[in-house]
């Protein structure tokens, strides 16, 4: 992948100046310093604008690798556990899912929790999960008495998770709300802070990604038809077959890759990520007694070049960059809703999360926090510069009208057709939002798009 697509290591945002910039009670100690925060200020605005990625990594963070570690370790476990035991532990510790956990040959699962917040402080953390959107409301505990061994499973292995999930989510809200009001100091205003209070929470999500060997064992449990010992012969074939292939990744083109998420905007304001943790299966694997299902023994698994699988579209260029972040860092990237209410100052980038073939049997995990709008938030475009807004609707015939144009190097062919490709396979933003919408419109709107009926992604 790193010898056909570009690699981008983000402009880095420290922390503490990421807090002198947002405190409004600094006093900068003397001119050498005032120069500096502008100059930082504007490097932030640079990258998140319409010339830049449109997102940054923010590194320095106290306790950053200590709250990724440990709720990241838990998320394969969660994934594969049987569907009662998992049901029983999201709801022990208020979480849901947004995706569906009973279908077997899904690529991804995913936990959610709401947080909330109160003004320019974070008061108070609910500890209700439920959602319309959610598949199992984690608003309720339990009430059946647990078996003693899923007791022991769930107070020793996941006697953290709640606690984690708001731990981290937490620290990144308040990175996320840092960020705005250095946005808006630039910009003019507090729109974007504002925006992000009167929604009153943010989304918190751990999502694994599922490996090649992942999928086998939901498969294997969904199987019912097969003995244990068949599931287990057939789960350790793969892990044989495959693991010799763990740490050797063949160069592809980007048209040849899977992809754990396909591309899309993300439409709300900013989205806070950790850096993704990786895992692969260890040399020796063991199988769970009186189970119907095996789970292996995996570790950690620094990857190729340390790049995160987290890919951009530089439609500048028609280029797709390969993203590159410190390990201890969080990455936040600039939504559509950003976009709207910055009027262009800031620029939502189309981006997916790729698996690259030769390491089938590494696993991907990461937490994500979404910061929005209230519901209920009108947006207007009257004043949205129109270049701006009539750029992303008209890329799709101007790229058809360069072809001509395009040098014949093989490579810049390829990248012009990948271009094309995406620019049909995505619905503009101004395809999407029409003037006075209110965020659930435009977000119903999106979302019917992307993934209705006879969305660009339905059948994906």
Known sequence: MEGESEVIEPFELHHSDLLLLSSPSSSPSGPGEIEWLESVSRAVMKALGPSGPGLLAITGVERALELRR???SLSRRLALLDNDDRRRVLKDHGLGTDVSLKNPDRSV????????????SILDLTSDGSSHEF??????REGALHTDAFHELQYCEFKKLGSNFKDLGICMMRLGLRLAQVCDKAIGGQVLEKSILDSGSAKGRLIHYHSALDASVLRARGNKKETKSKEQQKLLRHFSSENSGIGVMRSLKPS????????HYDYGIFTVLTTPMFTCPCQKSTF???SCSCMLCVQEYSPPGGHTYLQLFDANTDKILVVKTPPASFIVQVGESADILSKGKLRSTLHSVYKPMGLENVSRDTFVLFLQPAWNKTFSISDYPPTAS????EKSISTEEMSEAISTDSVDKESHRLGQEIHRMIPPLFSRLKDGMTFAEFSRETTKQYYGGSGTQSVR
């Open 390 to 393: 009539t750029e992303s609707s």
């Open 256 to 263: 040849q890759l899977d992809l754990w998420q396909q591309w």
């Open 70 to 72: 440990s709720l990241l």
């Open 288 to 290: 769970e007694e009186n």
């Open 135 to 140: 598949e199992e409301n984690g608003s309720a």
């Open 109 to 120: 699962s995913s936990f959610v929790l709401h947080l909330n917040y109160l003004e320019d």
